[in-house]
Nanobody, 117 residues
Framework: VQLQASGGGLVQAGGSLRLSCAASGNVFSINIMGWHRQAPGKQRELVASSSRAGISFYDDSVKGRFTISRDNARNTVSLQMNSLKPEDTAVYYC????????????WGQGTQVTVSS
């Protein structure tokens, strides 16, 4: 499985950005697709995820602002980020968990999101 992420960029606080991730290869082995982020000097954290069955998870810090959407037919997952804050600045990574696995084992390349105050 390969993941190709796109989107990101520089935006002012209060603005919006959309990240997209396309999966290819043995996509039927994937259950959960998620977006993680890592800010400078901080650990990587899970921001949002979506299971193949449509169950979504959001970290408390982004609830009400970010929306994850998944298209199983196109093997894509997107993250719509609204009301962005400077603390959302980080490198964002798309990742996938296979069925029966607890860890995210497939990672896309990171994409930088910078929110200016």
């Amino acid at each position: 499985v390969q993941l190709q992420a796109s989107g990101g960029g520089l935006v002012q606080a209060g603005g919006s950005l959309r990240l997209s991730c396309a999966a290819s290869g043995n996509v039927f082995s994937i259950n959960i697709m998620g977006w993680h982020r890592q800010a400078p000097g901080k650990q990587r954290e899970l921001v949002a995820s979506s299971s193949r069955a449509g169950i979504s998870f959001y970290d408390d810090s982004v609830k009400g602002r970010f929306t994850i959407s998944r298209d199983n037919a196109r093997n894509t997952v997107s993250l719509q980020m609204n009301s962005l804050k400077p603390e959302d600045t980080a490198v964002y990574y798309c990742a996938a968990r296979r069925f029966g696995r607890e860890e995210y084992s497939v990672w896309g390349q990171g994409t930088q999101v910078t929110v200016s105050s």
